[in-house]
């Protein structure tokens, strides 16, 4: 090998091995499972079995608000970012029905920090300021996180977040990582990192209660990565289900209920499948909205996905659940849609339980 040779084979080298730190540096890289920092910023009464809870799920879509086609909502999607205007406009909106409802627990995804396109925001503070009389606990976990992101569209940081408000004492958090796209080494760096956030509040008898926050993987097509996903989902949940421990879920699940994709008109249906990833937990958990509900005479009631698209003139999908424990009873349900069809283009899921009662 002559020597003009080995200093070619040798500046590749560095180059490469520069090359791979820089991305190394520029994305995130968490652990399979890692403790949380809890925030509680008062005093938080316990749960008490038996006890009414009232939960929402509810993803925010980084208080992009409706008025934009974004580019990832569809090929041709032009808008990248909203203007700080529709993000307060959005911000206020979010914070009145949260205030209207009141929930005990919310739990909301896609909200963003950091990110250029949201401007920088901090959203689970600036949200926290408006509703911190009634939230005094949260946890929050990132699911999507790079400085810099060089698809032409983002050309910038990403940061998504799941969060967890909380009415009552959260003792510990938790982020448990899902299985991620399998895609090339490079381009899986800046991909979305899928994961659960799991909240632990204490009950008055000793016990805890597990409360679990998600957004699952968002198709472009049919891959094996959602099923991968809920099946690491099922294993958490029969995991506490096992040791006896009253548990929730709620988020995005990017998933459809029975008899859903059949309805869809057939340029809707490309990121689904018509045998859904989400019976490995409608077959052993019941579901806000049920099957039977989602399918039913009413089905527009649950309806919780409205796409930026122009040519849905409303919700069109149901992708937005709760999955609870058996031990704990459902009250009532609803998917609140009249005035909230303008914030996001997800719905808020709200349930009513009760919690079990003490042995």
Known sequence: MTRLLRYALLGLLIVIGL????????????????????SCTAQAPS??????????????????????????????????SPTPEDMAFSLDEVARVIRDEQPDIVLLQELNSDAKASHYQNQLKLLQERVADLYPCSAQAFDWKAD?????????????????????????????????????????QFKPKNALLI????????????????????????????????????????????RGTPWLIGGDFNLLPLGQYQ????????????????????????????????????????????????????PDRTVDYLFYSPRIKRVEAMVRQDDTLRISDHLPVIARFLLPAAP
């Open 19 to 38: 090359t791979g730190a820089m991305i190394y540096s520029l994305t995130w890289h968490p652990e399979a499972k890692e403790a949380l920092p809890v």
């Open 47 to 80: 749960l008490v079995p038996g006890q009414a809870l009232k939960v929402m799920t509810w993803n925010v879509q980084y208080l992009a608000g409706k008025r934009y086609v974004f580019w990832d909502d569809l090929a041709t999607g032009s808008d990248e």
């Open 148 to 188: 810099f992101v060089p698809d032409p569209h983002i050309f910038g940081s990403v940061g998504r977040q799941l969060a967890t408000l909380s009415r009552y004492e959260i003792e510990h958090a938790e982020r448990l990582q899902l299985p991620v796209e399998q895609v090339n080494l490079i381009s899986r």
């Open 199 to 242: 909240t632990y509040l204490p009950l008055s008898d000793g016990g805890q209660m597990a409360v679990l926050n998600t957004h699952l993987d968002r198709a472009t097509q049919p891959d094996d990565t959602l099923q991968a996903q809920i099946s690491a989902v099922a294993k958490t949940l029969d995991k506490f289900e096992s």
């Open 263 to 314: 309805r869809l008109p057939s340029e809707q249906r490309t990121p689904y499948s018509a045998d859904s990833a989400l019976h490995v937990l409608w077959d052993k958990y019941p579901m806000i909205p049920s099957n039977n509900e989602a399918g039913g005479i009413d089905r527009a009631r649950w309806l919780t996905h409205y796409p930026n698209d122009p040519g849905v003139n409303g």
